[in-house]
């Protein structure tokens, strides 16, 4: 019996399978491998622009959805901690595991924008846009260290960066 054990990143499933072939329907709507890898892809060269390093924490804010397995894979792909938070749990207490976590970024999926009302995001960094390739075009650029706010739409990466929200946005 051989022995030899092999090493095998959990991101790198995707990438094995026909690009053609259905990963996933999320909300009625099909994505393939394919897409799913240029989106894992995208969002993470996203991270990497926003200088979101291996062993980073990235809180996650989404329902069982397209988003959720888009940023997963996308974070497991860079060594970045994922720390699921409850996306009907009140702003003050999303504050508090924010705290607790050091969650460097917050991806927020749009059905839980709700949960953010009354959440300080007055400090950031305001991004504009950021297109397909990572690359980032931005009005204001003051970082406040802690956490940064994703926008990405399907075709298109729009950025704007603020504290404790992250918003991922597949529209």
Same mark, same amino acid.
């Given at each position: 019996m051989n022995d030899e054990r092999r090493s095998m990143n959990v991101a790198s499933i995707?990438? $094995?399978?026909?690009? #053609?072939?259905?990963?996933?329907?999320?909300?009625?709507?099909?994505?393939?491998? $394919?897409?799913?890898? #240029?989106?894992?892809a995208a969002l993470r060269g996203a991270l990497n622009g926003l200088g979101i390093a291996r062993g980073d924490r990235v809180a996650l804010l989404c329902g069982n959805t397209l988003e959720f397995v888009v940023t997963y894979f996308a974070c497991l792909g860079r060594g970045i901690v994922c720390v699921p938070l409850n996306p009907t749990a009140p702003a003050p207490e999303l504050e508090r595991e924010l705290r607790v976590v050091s969650a460097r970024a917050v991806v927020i999926a749009p059905s839980a924008v709700a949960g953010w009302n009354g959440v300080d995001r007055s400090r950031g960094v305001a991004i504009d846009a950021m297109d397909i390739d990572g690359s980032i075009?931005?009005?204001?650029?003051?970082?406040?260290?802690?956490?940064?706010?994703?926008?990405?739409?399907?075709?298109r990466l729009k950025t704007q960066l603020c504290q404790s929200f992250v918003q991922v946005d597949y529209s």
């Open positions: 995707i990438e $094995g399978h026909p690009p #053609a072939a259905t990963a996933l329907i999320s909300r009625g709507v099909i994505t393939t491998y $394919g897409e799913l890898t #240029a989106q894992v075009r931005s009005a204001r650029a003051r970082l406040w260290p802690q956490t940064e706010w994703l926008k990405v739409c399907k075709r």
